[in-house]
């Protein structure tokens, strides 16, 4: 007689109906829970059967279709292999729904190489799909789903299903020793995905194989460096790349801790190039306070968004209008903090006379993932105020902490041996990696992203943290009479706006989530009828968007298009210069 083990598990979480992602459906949707008997019936074959596989039991309680509903007939696959030494635990369950109409649940538990200290909400985490009638994997692929969220296994829930293991159809030892075989499979799987790789700590000495701040990637453009005083006295340069005089004029605002650097890489065809080659041949790119090329982030200065809203954005753009002239038009492309801190400076009415604007990743209303919000909270409480973090900590001197910190990083993240990656990862948002997904990066971008990020102090992680718990850009300092021309809220002037904004983000962003869509969609609720736009980037992350080695195939041209319909050349489209404040 062949053994069998069996156990209960219990799921818990949010599915919204008409959502097709699972992410977004669990931050707006219902309670779901599964109640499940799952049953490995010989657990000698199950070991030996390359998908792992048994029936399940149990129950599917979603009141959105019809109340608790029976599972008609499931299946349960455990660690399935996947692409490298990935893992998946599978789930699908056939149940109907009050009114007798049929409906799959399609889980999937991803159990990745993305270190140890994700184990636990790797193997709890079920993303969940579900689709009308009965359908197996392969008609999944083509079918679109009714509802989808995330469940978890909550850690009470846990205890009690370690108390449920059962071993049936022997004697004693072989029953008991039916639920130890199960045990070491389950136990060691896990452990071969997500053990320490060896070697990952060590960085890749400092040999460059592109030089530090080159501007060898822009080919047959007049190079010139304007500079600019801020009103708190900090001495800024925007860099312009000009082939031909143009109407239209395009301006580059990096990232937090970025530079111009992340516009100009020779290894790629670059947005620079790219935006000189299709007939803008007037392009400047803004180092504001936050760019790697200062040492200002280094300083124990007490920076915030509301800092380079106020200051550094409106004196740029002074700057750029006193030069371009009263007629150009004046097109914006910017990123990340670039991104968040220009719209304050736009929504704030202390910049005027933009054409368009193309904002990635983050604008008015930051949203981050979970164990982000974690790291807002409790880092600014950790690290003293007057440190930074740097992602060349893997290159700092053996006894410093910053280095240890390094090769603690590098233990547990298996998805690279890039120790900058790693640690990019660990000071913005989640994920393995977070920054990017690696198969757009080319891989001297990838080994040189040491030299592509620089460090940067607490300050501007409080500041975010706020504007997280309040769902949109706010004033960090409302007291603070410095700050006066600066509105509480960004947002308050947002119907007196009508430049028109292109919002992207990656379907894979990892550091801002869909905090673009979430700020066209407040703007359309509080002026109907705006020029604005939103357009999702397949298969990119947060910063991969400009720094992929396909981006000018893949994102670049989104841009263009938008540019265009906003040119000089677009008939109608044409507004008013002003200069700005």
């Not at 452990?191 to 040999?207: E, F, I, L, S």
């Not at 990232?255 to 299709?278: C, K, Q």
């Not at 202390?350 to 979970?370: F, Q, Y």
């Not at 390094?406 to 990862?425: D, G, K, T, Y």
Request: hydrophobic share 40%.
């Amino acid at each position: 007689m062949p053994t069998t083990v069996e156990f209960e598990e219990v799921m818990k979480g949010l599915v919204k109906l008409g959502e097709s992602d699972c992410e977004l459906g669990e931050l707006s949707g219902q309670a779901l829970r599964v109640h499940l008997k799952i049953h490995t019936e010989d657990i000698d074959f199950f070991l030996t059967d390359p998908q792992h596989r048994g029936p399940v039991e149990g129950y599917v309680k979603y009141d959105a279709l019809g109340g608790e509903l029976p599972v008609e007939k499931g299946e349960f696959d455990c660690l399935v292999g996947t692409a490298g030494n990935s893992r998946e635990i599978r789930y699908r369950l056939f149940f109907r729904d009050g009114n007798g109409a049929p409906y799959t649940l399609s889980g999937v538990k991803r159990i990745g190489q993305d270190g140890i200290l994700n184990v636990w909400r790797d193997s709890t985490t079920l993303f969940t799909r579900i689709f009308e009638s009965h359908i197996d994997a392969a008609q999944e692929k083509t079918q679109q789903p009714k509802a989808a969220g995330i469940l978890h296994i909550h850690p009470l829930d846990f205890m009690e299903e370690l108390t449920t293991f059962r071993g049936e159809g022997g004697s004693f030892t072989e029953e008991v020793e039916a639920v130890a075989k199960f045990g070491r499979f389950f136990l060691s799987t896990l452990w071969d995905v997500y053990k320490p790789m060896r070697g990952t700590v060590r960085c890749h000495g400092n040999q460059r194989h592109i030089p530090l701040f080159t501007l060898s990637g822009v080919d047959n453009a007049a190079i010139s460096t304007h500079y600019i005083t801020t009103g708190d006295h900090l001495g800024l340069s925007i860099l312009r790349f000009q082939r031909a005089p143009c109407n239209d004029v395009v301006v580059l605002l990096h990232g937090l801790t970025t530079s111009t650097d992340m516009f100009i890489m020779p290894e790629h065809n670059n947005i620079v190039n790219y935006l000189l080659d299709n007939g803008f041949t007037d392009v400047w790119s803004f180092d504001w306070r936050g760019s790697m090329r200062y040492s200002y982030d280094l300083f124990p200065a007490k920076f915030t968004m509301d800092d380079i809203a106020l200051y550094d954005m409106p004196a740029a753009f002074s700057k750029i209008r006193q030069i371009v002239g009263p007629e150009a038009r004046i097109h914006v492309i910017c990123h990340c903090v670039g991104s968040l801190t220009f719209m304050m400076s736009l929504y704030a009415k202390r910049i005027d006379g933009i054409a368009s604007v193309i904002s990635n990743s983050v604008s008015l209303t930051p949203r981050v993932p979970t164990w982000s919000k974690w790291k807002l909270w409790f880092a600014p409480k950790l690290f003293p105020g007057s440190m930074n973090l740097s992602p060349r900590w893997a290159h700092f001197p053996l006894r410093s902490f910053g280095r240890w910190l390094a090769m603690w990083l590098s233990l547990w993240h298996r998805e690279c041996n890039v120790a900058a990656c790693h640690i990019l990862s660990f000071m913005w948002g989640s994920g393995n990696p977070a920054p990017w997904v690696h198969e757009n990066m080319d891989e001297v971008t990838h080994h040189r992203a040491g030299d592509l990020f620089g460090a940067v102090n607490m300050n501007y992680y409080i500041h975010i943290r706020k504007m997280v718990r309040k769902g949109a850009a706010v004033k960090m300092y409302p007291n603070d009479s410095r700050y006066d021309l600066l509105p509480d809220e960004y947002l308050e002037h947002a119907q007196e706006i009508d430049t028109p904004v292109l919002f992207v983000s990656g379907d894979h962003n990892r550091e801002f989530l869909d905090s673009n869509a979430v700020t066209f969609q407040r703007l359309n609720e509080l002026k109907p009828g705006n020029r604005n736009e939103y357009e999702d980037l397949p298969g990119y992350g947060h910063q991969d968007p400009f720094m992929g080695k396909n981006s000018d195939k893949d994102v670049f041209p989104k841009f263009l298009k938008f540019l265009e319909r906003h040119s000089h050349r677009s008939a109608g489209s044409r507004i008013p210069a002003q200069a700005a404040r």
